[in-house]
């Protein structure tokens, strides 16, 4: 009975987050995509069918839950292993194990959590295990697998995508929390429904992360008797940040994006910055940002600088390969830049203008001289007569019309003097007016040669032809 107790006391002062960890998919949070009914790992698992597979996704979204859920829904031996802590000896003798266990009938599965953290010959030692069977492989990495996983292995295993949780998700888990007799469930706690988003924007997708910031404000909260009341004073001194007012899908959130937009449209970096820190430490996901950071630096700048482009993607990779907080320097460095590049929205015009031909006007057939004629048949119903490749030339320009007939003069590009565009358009200028002096030659030759045709026609109006075909 005593060691009943000891094991109770035990458990009670486990984190918050280890006392709730899932026992089961129903008690699983987020992963939808995957875990939801008719989905494809969900079908794996309760199918009893699961082979080597590597979980890629953020920190605090249960990829080690996940893999025990797994081990304990296919009745296999679960050993779980560190990179940080294990070398070849230790794998080795794992391995040893696993094999022992294969024998008698019984099915090993191997977590290796940061297994980006294996250099290429400890990933190594596992190939012949995973290859033969003796050990069924799930490895976690929040890095992309692609490029930390060895090849070999890499292809035996099914590599799952893992996402962070929704600020909705989060907050189910919280309420979870309070109602669970693992959690709180025992005790009186009182917390309001902002309190709980305020913590679940301050996770930013990490469940982990989340219980944690739950589990110190609860222990802070304001005791009265047997209820704990939980403030929002309280959550922001827990999460050690201000909860600012923002809602991922309502009007805040097209407020910021918008006010962030318009004010580098303004050539304004301090309000930018503000609008980016704004959004970042309300728990924006950082990926959207950059996203439309990448827009604006077409829409927006466009040939007027076209290195911003180069920036915003640049940022974006950052974003993708690092997370908050540590990208969050490189999102600024792009907003920055933004604000202070010369600005032209001259591409932006230019494809709302194409399309809106495109989609009212009738679709014309692409013009024969720019078909490709990849079979005898197009060849012979002209497909490419004509073409005039422009590396052959001395201009490397050509007067071929490459537009349907009922455009041929349209002009949707109309560049600006902003920036490097001046450049641009110089040289645009310097086309048209080239183009416009050949189609004038040629103008002119078809004209005088269809004087001379007219000519030739009227000297040989009294020839009668030849019978064999003599006269040409």
């Known amino acids: 009975m005593s060691e009943q107790i000891n094991m109770f006391e035990k458990e009670s002062d486990l984190p918050l987050a280890a006392r709730l960890r899932p026992r089961n998919l129903d008690e699983f949070v987020g992963q939808k995509h995957l875990l939801g009914e008719g989905k494809v790992l969900r079908r794996l698992i309760e199918s009893d069918n699961i082979g080597s597979m590597i979980f890629w996704g953020p920190p605090g979204v249960g990829k080690t839950t996940l893999a025990r859920i797994i ?19 230790e794998i080795k003798q794992v391995m040893e194990q696993a094999e022992r266990n294969r024998r008698f009938g019984d099915r090993t599965i191997l977590f290796v959590d940061e297994i980006h953290r294996f250099n290429k010959a400890q990933q190594d030692a596992f190939l012949p295990y995973v290859e033969k069977g003796s050990i069924i492989l799930i490895g976690a990495t929040t890095e992309n697998p692609s490029f930390e996983v060895n090849g070999a292995l890499l292809s035996r295993c099914k590599v799952f ?37 305020m913590i679940a924007n301050f996770a930013n997708g990490d469940a982990r992360s989340a219980l944690s910031a739950l589990e110190m404000a609860v222990l802070n909260g304001d005791v009265d008797g047997d209820t704990t009341r939980v403030t929002r004073e309280t959550v922001e001194q827990c999460t050690s940040k201000k909860s600012l007012l923002y809602d991922k899908n ?49 829409e927006d700048v466009g040939l007027a600088d076209p290195r911003a482009l180069e920036i915003a993607v640049a940022a974006y990779q ?18 920055v830049y933004m604000s202070l590049a ?48 422009a590396h052959n030339t001395d201009d490397k320009l050509t007067d071929m019309q490459c537009m349907p007939e009922s455009l041929k003069d349209k002009t949707y590009y109309h560049p600006t003097e902003e920036g490097l565009e001046g450049r641009f358009k110089t040289r645009l200028e310097e086309i048209k007016a080239w183009k416009r002096e050949h189609a004038k030659r040629a103008g002119d030759k ?27």
């Open 71 to 89: 081990a304990g829904m296919t009745k296999s031996q679960f050993i779980d292993f560190s990179a940080v802590t294990s070398g070849i000896k």
């Open 161 to 197: 995508v893992l996402q962070s949780l929704s600020a909705d998700e989060l907050v189910d888990l919280l309420r979870h929390a309070l109602k669970d007799k693992r959690g709180f469930g025992d005790q009186k706690v009182e917390i309001d429904d902002e309190c709980l988003s």
């Open 250 to 298: 309502g009007e805040e959130h097209y407020n910021l994006i918008s006010a962030l937009h318009k004010s580098m449209r303004n050539s304004d970096p301090d309000a930018a910055v503000y609008w980016l820190a704004r959004m970042l430490e309300a728990g924006e996901d950082p990926i959207y940002v950059a996203r439309r950071v990448t827009r604006f630096a077409s």
């Open 318 to 335: 950052a974003c993708h390969l690092i997370g908050m907080p540590e990208c969050s320097v490189h999102l600024t460095e792009a907003v």
């Open 342 to 389: 010369p600005k032209s929205n001259a591409l932006y015009v230019a494809y709302e203008s194409a399309k809106k031909d495109a989609l009212t006007m009738l679709a014309e057939p692409v013009p024969l001289v720019i078909r490709n004629a990849p079979t005898k048949l197009m060849k012979n119903l002209g497909y490419g007569d004509g073409y005039q490749y």
């Open 446 to 472: 078809k004209m005088r040669d269809t004087e001379a045709e007219g000519e030739h026609e009227k000297t040989h109006t009294t020839i009668e032809p030849s019978r064999d075909g003599g006269q040409k």
